[in-house]
């Protein structure tokens, strides 16, 4: 089990770029997870956003691709979101977490997830 | 575009069993989109219960189980009690590394 913990600005101005960091504590990123994004607008479900290997490889929900970057910093154990263009269609708790696998394959599921932060698009 | 389905609401007596379902609006769920459930009161995190189908994540009590009933995976609480009241999500691996999440079913015992 490891833990997580997202950090990043709780108010973001329409039009610019929310920038969100998971820090991974009791194991490594560079280890056979893969590292993930979800998000929770206030009263509604959770969307996933995608995923990142510590290779820097990410693979993204088509519906928020064209504004979506995922990176790893791997001498800081930890990896980031970036969503640009934001609207107000884009305040939510986002919440980090790990896909499990192992050196022989993945389980395709989200095991350990972060606490979430509360993201708001406002001017 | 594929879309998840769950029921929106379930209510159960306590000690009562219930099942909850997650299909696909085109087509069946199979063990290639590996059904994994959460559970989500409001505040919280999602809490990891089912993957691969029908394995329990560490910790979690036996009277949670997951299974494949017909074209939809399942999750079947069995004995609910109180603090089983929560929002249920299930997750679906479409391939490619993309994920979808169900629009949850809300749990409430009473």
């Known amino acids: 089990q490891v833990q997580l913990q997202e950090s990043g600005p709780g108010l973001v101005e329409p039009s610019g770029t929310l920038s969100l960091t998971c820090a991974v504590s009791?194991?490594?990123?560079?280890?056979?997870?893969?590292w993930s994004w979800v998000r929770q607008p206030p009263g509604k479900g959770l969307e996933y956003i995608g995923e990142i290997y510590h290779s820097g490889r990410a693979n993204y929900n088509p519906s928020l691709k064209n504004r979506v970057t995922m990176s790893v910093d791997k001498s800081r154990n930890q990896f980031s979101l970036k969503v640009n263009s934001v609207t107000a269609a884009d305040t939510a708790v986002y919440y980090c977490?790990?896909?499990?696998?192992?050196?022989?394959?993945?389980?395709?599921?989200?095991?350990?997830w972060g606490q979430g932060t509360l993201v708001i698009v406002s001017s | 575009q594929t879309v998840v389905t769950q029921e929106p609401s379930f209510s159960v007596s306590p000690g009562g069993t219930v099942t909850l379902t997650c299909g696909l609006s085109s087509g069946s769920v199979s063990t290639t989109h590996y059904p994994s459930w959460y559970q989500q009161t409001p505040g919280q995190a999602p809490r990891t219960l089912i993957y691969?189908?029908?394995s329990r994540s560490s910790g979690v009590p036996d009277r949670f189980s997951g299974s494949i009933l017909g074209n939809k995976a399942a999750l079947t609480i069995t004995g609910a009690q109180a603090d089983d009241e929560s929002d249920y999500y299930c997750?679906?691996?479409?391939?490619?590394?993309?994920?979808?999440f169900g629009p949850g079913t809300k749990v409430t015992v009473l």
């Open positions: 997750v679906l691996y479409m391939g490619s590394g993309i994920y979808v």
């Open positions: 009791g194991g490594s990123i560079s280890s056979s997870n893969w």
């Open positions: 691969g189908i029908d």
């Open positions: 977490a790990r896909i499990y696998c192992t050196t022989t394959g993945c389980y395709y599921y989200l095991d350990d």
